[in-house]
Nanobody, 118 residues
Framework: QVQLVESGGGLVQPGGSLRLSCAAS????????MSWYRQAPGKERELVAS????????NYADSVKDRFTISRDDVKNAVYLQMNSLKPEDTAVYYC???????????WGQGTQVTVSS
């Protein structure tokens, strides 16, 4: 059974930091590209950051470059999103995604709420 379980969300003041974690199980994690998406109220889901199966390449939305860092641990089957210098506009539900085009597999977690407010 495939599972992606996000954790680490919460309420933080502007300028603060959070580290999101996504624990994966039920599939060969090391063969999947991993991404973080977010969806704010009334807005479409958007890609925040992604990392290739080998971890050699990462990609970020312009709005989070130099503030967020995605990383993965293929031993723990986990992907992380370190978020620094948080802004109110970062408020959203953050989702973990696993993707493998060859397998035609696309998995999602249930999301974790991040609220940036004073």
């Amino acid at each position: 059974q495939v599972q992606l379980v996000e954790s680490g969300g919460g309420l933080v003041q502007p300028g603060g930091s959070l580290r999101l974690s996504c624990a994966a199980s039920g599939f060969t994690f090391s063969r999947y590209g991993m991404s973080w998406y977010r969806q704010a109220p009334g807005k479409e889901r958007e890609l925040v950051a992604s990392i290739t199966p080998t971890g050699g390449n990462t990609n970020y939305a312009d709005s989070v470059k130099d503030r967020f860092t995605i990383s993965r641990d293929d031993v723990k089957n986990a992907v992380y999103l370190q978020m620094n210098s948080l802004k109110p506009e970062d408020t959203a539900v953050y989702y973990c995604n696993a993707l493998n085009f060859i397998y035609g597999a696309d998995y999602w977690g249930q999301g974790t709420q991040v609220t940036v407010s004073s």
